[in-house]
Every structure is written in structure tokens, then in C-alpha cells.
């Protein structure tokens, strides 16, 4: 997401999303100055109820701009289990 406040805060983030359950909540800050570079994350799981467009609207109000994260597919993770033996 981008577009956040330079006081923004992840408790801020899981307020505005109106989302039950947040899972992680980040917001990308400046190391020197301790303030918010105007980026950050948010990972959330949507119950029964719960729209994504819903989530992304309540963000879309204060300003935010939102955009869903995907992983690449391609992208083999480095602990898998156990390694083969060749």
C-alpha cells in the first residue's frame, strides 16, 4: 500500500481495514528520522462475511492505495524439508 501519513502506524492499519482478523501489519519507516516513508503491508484473513473490495474501499476513503500482494509461483522456497540425498 501506498499513500500512508508519515504518523502512521501498523495499529492505525488494522483499524481502517475493518478486517476481524489481521494477521501482520507493517509499515515501512525511516530509519534516521523514525517516521514513515509512506509505504507498508498488511495481511489479513477474510471470514465468511468479509469482502476484499470491502477492505480495499475502507483504505481507498483515508487516501490509501491498495494492491494485492502475490507470490511468484517460480520462487522455490530455501527450507523445503528434508534434502535429497543425490
Known amino acids: 500500500m501506498t499513500g500512508l501519513p508519515q504518523n502512521a502506524q ?39 462475511n468479509e469482502n476484499c473490495d470491502t477492505v480495499k474501499l475502507n483504505f481507498l476513503r483515508e487516501g490509501i492505495m491498495v494492491q494485492e500482494f502475490a507470490s511468484d509461483p517460480r520462487k522455490k522456497p530455501n527450507v523445503t ?6
Open 10 to 48: 501498523p495499529e492505525n492499519l488494522k483499524k481502517i481495514s475493518g478486517s476481524k482478523h489481521v494477521i501482520k501489519a507493517t509499515v515501512d519507516e525511516d530509519n534516521l528520522l523514525g517516521t514513515c516513508k509512506g509505504t507498508g503491508r498488511i495481511q489479513i484473513r477474510l471470514g465468511h
Open 81 to 86: 524439508g528434508i534434502p535429497k540425498e543425490k
